[in-house]
């Protein structure tokens, strides 16, 4: 026979029913502070699906000043792929959809870090691109990346044009990273972002089609990482940034001049200029002469026909990077 267990009095039933409902809004009862700060924990898509939980969480998580990150990778992957039946006409236009969405609803007046990764051209993104950076450096970003990662045929595509003129009278003095994918920057935007981001540390640009001259210079530069990738028009790298840390480069051989690189430790080279490097160990010994690691890649370079420069070149490394000094 089942038997039916009843409280002693209605009293301890009452006082349950009260701690547990206590326990179960415990985090709800905290500060917006508070839960704002741990949203900004999670991803964007995470944090904004607690805005069903209750009305309270509704729009909480506009209020995130950390990241925001628009990543749309792995859907275009999975297209190229065959695993997502879908058209990238179709994907490029929620995407477009989504990001406007919750720039409009982001009411937090800084952001630490604007990052967008999808595959999207000059000739019909330009409009939503351009509102975007203005955007984010309105809301005095720190880390702004654009990443526009492109189909394998990238070269007949027409990139996204990065230019100074977008900006005006805006204030960009709060950015200290900038990672450019895919976007067409010229040599003189570059200069531009030196001149007017006193606290850039981070600068990254591949495959640029527009980058033809850069210079890299100027006295009170805070530039600790460069880096150039797949950038196959360019025909000149000039550097002189007595901060800079680590440098990588891949693509043709150009003329390369370093001037003042006190604290350069690291270096990676890669393509053609670094099979040009092997034949000229004397460059290597002049320019990086207090390197503490450097990367060639070589894995074009035959080893049986160049065996002796790469003696050469390991000699001349053991002792400029001071083995010969015992």
Request: proline share 3%; hydrophobic share 40%; net charge positive.
């Amino acid at each position: 026979m089942r038997k039916t267990v009843r409280p002693v009095s209605e009293f301890a039933l009452l006082k349950c029913v009260k701690t547990c409902s206590y326990l179960d809004d415990r985090i709800s009862q905290l500060p917006d502070e508070i839960l704002v700060s741990i949203l900004s924990l999670l991803k964007m898509k995470e944090a904004a699906r607690t805005s069903v939980l209750s009305r309270r969480w509704r729009y909480l998580w506009t209020s995130i000043s950390g990241s925001l990150d628009f990543d749309g990778s792995r859907i275009v992957d999975g297209m190229r792929m065959g695993l997502v039946d879908k058209s990238l006409q179709a994907e490029w236009c929620r995407f477009v959809d989504w990001v406007n969405q919750v720039l409009n609803l982001h009411q937090a007046p800084t952001l630490g870090e604007f990052r967008v990764c999808f595959d999207m051209d000059d000739k019909v993104s330009k409009c939503h691109i351009d509102s975007w950076i203005k955007f984010a450096i309105r809301k005095r970003v720190k880390r702004l990346e654009l990443d526009f990662t492109c189909s394998p045929e990238y070269l007949i595509r027409k990139n996204y044009i990065l230019t100074s003129q977008l900006f005006g009278n805006s204030h960009i003095h709060s950015l200290t990273e900038l990672r450019l994918t895919c976007v067409d920057v010229t040599g003189e935007v570059i200069e531009y972002f030196l001149l007017n981001c006193p606290f850039l540390e981070v600068l990254r640009v591949v495959i640029s089609k527009s980058l033809v001259d850069l210079k890299i210079s100027g006295p009170s530069l805070k530039l600790k990482n460069l880096g150039i990738v797949g950038c196959h028009c360019l025909k000149n790298i000039e550097i002189s940034a007595i901060n800079l840390v680590s440098f990588e480069y891949a693509g043709p051989n150009i003329s390369m001049l370093f001037k003042n690189v006190p604290c350069l430790v690291k270096v990676y080279i890669g393509g053609p200029y670094g099979r040009y490097l092997v034949h000229n160990v004397g460059q290597i010994s002049s320019s990086f002469s207090q390197l503490e690691t450097l990367i060639l890649n070589l894995s074009a370079v035959s080893m049986c026909n160049h065996f002796v420069f790469f003696s050469q070149f390991f000699i001349s490394l053991f002792f400029f990077c001071g083995g010969g000094n015992e």
